[in-house]
């Protein structure tokens, strides 16, 4: 069993910035291929990035947040980052980190075997 914890949330303004954390425990992190995904009232889950397994070689990003998001993996704290620049008004959501175990990048939810408790971020205009 994978046990995740969400932490870095809150309220900021737009165009600022947030660094996102998610804590792993429960097996070899570096075994883990992780995701982050977000869910805005009223609307479903959907994806913003992920990274592979082991060094994390492979990234992928929702075209909403190119350029402006970055995923990254620390091995040695078993830690998972998401570092938000730029942040809209449209960012706005509780944020969840995901992992599942497959030597694939996955970016839809039934990919993931394991989930956080979520994070609340909000972007003021």
């Known amino acids: 069993q994978v046990q995740l914890v969400e932490s870095g949330g809150g309220l900021v303004q737009a165009g600022g910035s947030l660094r996102l954390s998610c804590a792993a425990s429960g097996r070899t992190f570096s075994s883990l291929a992780m995701g982050w995904f977000r869910q805005a009232p009223g609307k479903e889950r959907e994806f913003v990035a992920a990274i592979s397994w082991g060094s994390g070689g492979s990234t992928d990003y929702a075209d909403s947040v190119k350029g402006r998001f970055t995923i990254s993996r620390d091995n040695a704290k078993n830690t998972l980052y998401l570092q938000m620049n730029s942040l809209k008004p449209e960012d706005t959501a509780v944020y969840y980190c995901?992992?599942?175990?497959?030597?694939?990048?996955?970016?839809?939810?039934?990919?993931?075997?394991?989930w956080g408790q979520g994070t609340q971020v909000t972007v003021s205009s």
């Open positions: 995901a992992a599942h175990r497959r030597a694939v990048v996955f970016t839809t939810t039934g990919g993931y075997d394991y």
